[in-house]
């Protein structure tokens, strides 16, 4: 027969059981507990109250000089962790640079083992990456709707373009841009004398009332004595002069001086060929003979450049407008980061680094932050506005420059060291019958296939 404490001993390891995740209970001596105190354990009220674990959230400020090796060994993740996670960030290689004041947020299970990386590159903008089941981890980038809220400057010239124009408000960045800009037409060292005036439309991307931190230069009118130099960003994220000719040299559709096979297409949906998950694969993989000379395919700053443990040595490319290129799997990097390159120029030979299936040169097209196939897209190859929307292109002309010689009123005057610069919100423009012209083009951009995140008004 069986004693009443072996019975009460079987019934408490039968309950517990079925709890192990929520609570821990342990006996050491059944004898010792009293019949009052047994008392509470015999209901289901004990066991619906049960604490409840939740996972761990965890927050990371990036700080100046953080690497991401060493954060994970902050917070006591394996290095073999990081190294899944870089597997799956190989076709955006969001990971590779990280700002100071990005947050990163790690989620962690019961067991305290990693789940779900977040990275935050900014208010409308995070990438995230969720562990499987059998340890390894995909990568998903989420992004809130946005638009863009517009500025315009004013300034005098008085010394350098590049001091007056950062006096007047404008960055280091949107003054080096807009040199590049006009570095065709006009020589801003030799050229520029004081009290040339010019006029620049700047863009904010915004999601709400939130800016986001990206920016855009919208337009450009610099008056050099008698003559105007004009630069106009169009649908197409390109940028030409009221005539619709192109201020910059148009792309090249090829990386290289001849054309190669293509062994792997531009697919959003692809297969990996060494994983065989579903893993996007945002370019096109050129088999090129290791050694083959690399071209920028336009003019630009070489933004980035690194070596991945996936991608290989690598170079991203920032053109004017809206464009990026990337190339991957390099074997030797021929330039420097913040070079300026012109289309054509060689910038690397191609390779067989990082996780490869063999030689090959693989090449990514970004338009607006998103990839494109770069074979195929819609993409700036002609030197001129096409003559079908050479109409639509004047009149969105004509309204740019409604906005940039609208009349201004004595309280919207600011004036900055030398220069002098109004800022017109779009919202309060008292000009309002350039808005037609406005909504006319608005309206084509926005039933352009994919020009909804060309350029938005």
């Given at each position: 027969?069986?004693?009443?404490?072996?019975?009460?001993?079987?019934?408490?390891?039968?309950?517990?059981s079925n709890y192990?995740?929520?609570?821990?209970?342990?006996?050491?001596?059944?004898?010792?507990?009293?019949?009052?105190?047994?008392?509470?354990?015999?209901?289901?009220?004990?066991?619906?109250?049960?604490?409840?674990?939740?996972?761990?959230?965890?927050?990371?400020?990036?700080?100046?000089?953080?690497?991401?090796?060493?954060?994970?060994?902050?917070?006591?993740?394996?290095?073999?962790?990081?190294?899944?996670?870089?597997?799956?960030?190989?076709?955006?290689?969001?990971?590779?640079?990280?700002?100071?004041?990005?947050?990163?947020?790690?989620?962690?299970?019961?067991?305290?083992?990693?789940?779900?990386?977040?990275?935050?590159?900014?208010?409308?903008?995070?990438?995230?990456?969720?562990?499987?089941?059998?340890?390894?981890?995909?990568?998903?980038?989420?992004?809130?709707?946005?638009?863009?809220?517009?500025?315009?400057?004013?300034?005098?010239?008085?010394?350098?373009?590049?001091?007056?124009?950062?006096?007047?408000?404008?960055?280091?960045?949107?003054?080096?841009?807009?040199?590049?800009?006009?570095?065709?037409?006009?020589?801003?060292?030799?050229?520029?004398?004081?009290?040339?005036?010019?006029?620049?439309?700047?863009?904010?991307?915004?999601?709400?009332?939130?800016?986001?931190g990206r920016q855009?230069?919208?337009?450009?009118?610099?008056?050099?004595?008698?003559r105007v130099y004009?630069?106009?960003?169009?649908?197409?994220?390109?940028?030409?002069?009221?005539?619709?000719?192109?201020?910059?040299?148009?792309?090249?559709?090829?990386?290289?001086?001849?054309?190669?096979?293509?062994?792997?297409?531009?697919?959003?949906?692809?297969?990996?060929?060494?994983?065989?998950?579903?893993?996007?694969?945002?370019?096109?993989?050129?088999?090129?003979?290791?050694?083959?000379?690399?071209?920028?395919?336009?003019?630009?700053?070489?933004?980035?450049?690194?070596?991945?443990?996936?991608?290989?040595?690598?170079?991203?490319?920032?053109?004017?407008?809206?464009?990026?290129?990337?190339?991957?799997?390099?074997?030797?990097?021929?330039?420097?980061?913040?070079?300026?390159?012109?289309?054509?120029?060689?910038?690397?030979?191609?390779?067989?680094?990082?996780?490869?299936?063999?030689?090959?040169?693989?090449?990514?097209?970004?338009?607006?932050?998103?990839?494109?196939?770069?074979?195929?897209?819609?993409?700036?190859?002609?030197?001129?506005?096409?003559?079908?929307?050479?109409?639509?292109?004047?009149?969105?002309?004509?309204?740019?420059?409604?906005?940039?010689?609208?009349?201004?009123?004595?309280?919207?005057?600011?004036?900055?060291?030398?220069?002098?610069?109004?800022?017109?919100?779009?919202?309060?423009?008292?000009?309002?019958?350039?808005?037609?012209?406005?909504?006319?083009?608005?309206?084509?951009?926005?039933?352009?296939?994919?020009?909804?995140?060309?350029?938005?008004?």
């Open positions: 027969m069986l004693s009443l404490t072996s019975i009460f001993v079987v019934v408490i390891t039968f309950s517990v192990s995740d929520a609570v821990t209970i342990q006996l050491d001596n059944p004898d010792n507990l009293s019949s009052e105190s047994n008392n509470h354990l015999t209901g289901p009220t004990s066991l619906s109250s049960a604490p409840t674990i939740a996972p761990e959230i965890q927050s990371y400020e990036v700080k100046k000089g953080d690497t991401l090796s060493q954060i994970f060994e902050l917070k006591g993740i394996a290095a073999s962790l990081l190294h899944r996670i870089l597997e799956a960030d190989v076709e955006y290689l969001s990971l590779e640079t990280l700002q100071p004041g990005k947050q990163i947020t790690f989620k962690y299970d019961l067991q305290q083992a990693l789940e779900v990386l977040i990275l935050h590159i900014d208010v409308a903008r995070t990438m995230t990456f969720i562990r499987q089941d059998d340890g390894t981890f995909v990568a998903q980038k989420r992004e809130s709707e946005t638009h863009w809220h517009s500025d315009i400057t004013r300034g005098i010239i008085h010394g350098s373009f590049y001091a007056s124009a950062v006096k007047s408000g404008l960055d280091k960045a949107q003054v080096t841009e807009i040199a590049h800009l006009l570095k065709n037409k006009i020589d801003f060292r030799r050229n520029l004398k004081s009290g040339d005036t010019y006029t620049i439309i700047t863009g904010q991307e915004m999601t709400g009332d939130t800016s986001t855009r230069i919208e337009a450009v009118s610099l008056q050099n004595g008698s004009n630069a106009f960003l169009y649908s197409d994220g390109h940028y030409y002069d009221e005539f619709g000719d192109s201020v910059l040299l148009a792309f090249l559709r090829w990386p290289t001086i001849k054309r190669f096979r293509i062994s792997s297409p531009f697919n959003p949906v692809r297969l990996h060929p060494i994983t065989g998950r579903q893993s996007p694969h945002n370019g096109v993989d050129i088999a090129t003979p290791i050694g083959t000379p690399v071209l920028s395919t336009g003019d630009g700053i070489i933004s980035r450049i690194g070596n991945h443990p996936f991608a290989g040595k690598y170079i991203d490319i920032n053109h004017n407008g809206s464009f990026e290129t990337r190339y991957l799997h390099l074997s030797k990097i021929l330039v420097k980061k913040g070079q300026i390159v012109k289309r054509g120029h060689k910038i690397a030979l191609s390779g067989n680094t990082g996780r490869s299936t063999g030689p090959h040169l693989h090449f990514e097209f970004h338009v607006n932050g998103q990839p494109v196939n770069p074979l195929t897209a819609d993409i700036p190859t002609a030197a001129k506005v096409p003559d079908t929307e050479l109409a639509l292109f004047k009149a969105y002309v004509n309204k740019q420059e409604a906005l940039m010689h609208a009349s201004l009123s004595p309280n919207s005057l600011l004036v900055t060291g030398s220069s002098q610069i109004t800022r017109l919100n779009r919202e309060n423009e008292a000009n309002q019958d350039i808005y037609p012209l406005y909504d006319i083009v608005r309206d084509k951009y926005l039933t352009k296939k994919n020009a909804t995140r060309k350029l938005r008004f």
